[in-house]
Nanobody, 113 residues
Framework: QVQLVESGGGLVQPGGSLRLSCAAS????????MGWYRQAPGKQRDMVATITPSGMTIYADSVKGRFTISADNAYNTLYLQMNSLKPEDTAVYYCTSLNYGSWGQGTQVTVSS
């Protein structure tokens, strides 16, 4: 089993940027696809971005061109760089190990003026 801990959420104005981090308890990026998901109040949890061990990425249409997922194997950390944020990006963001089925506790992102 692997533990995942997200950080980096907060309140940001529309058009601003945030970088989310997800620290893994051990090195799993070479053996597991990883992902960022988000859940807004009253809505289902949706995929935001995923990355495979080979570095292939997939993005939800709503974030393409604005968000970037990356993984740092040396520090066992997954990132989500979020630019040009919109109010509709407001949600709790979760990281997950798609192969191990582990989820972090989530970090709140609020985009508001």
């Amino acid at each position: 089993q692997v533990q995942l801990v997200e950080s980096g959420g907060g309140l940001v104005q529309p058009g601003g940027s945030l970088r989310l981090s997800c620290a893994a308890s051990r090195n799993i990026f070479s053996t597991s696809a990883m992902g960022w998901y988000r859940q807004a109040p009253g809505k289902q949890r949706d995929m935001v971005a995923t990355i495979t061990p080979s570095g292939m990425t997939i993005y939800a249409d709503s974030v393409k061109g604005r968000f970037t997922i990356s993984a740092d194997n040396a520090y066992n950390t997954l990132y989500l760089q979020m630019n040009s944020l919109k109010p509709e990006d407001t949600a709790v963001y979760y990281c997950t190990s798609l192969n191990y089925g582990s989820w972090g506790q989530g970090t709140q992102v609020t985009v508001s003026s």
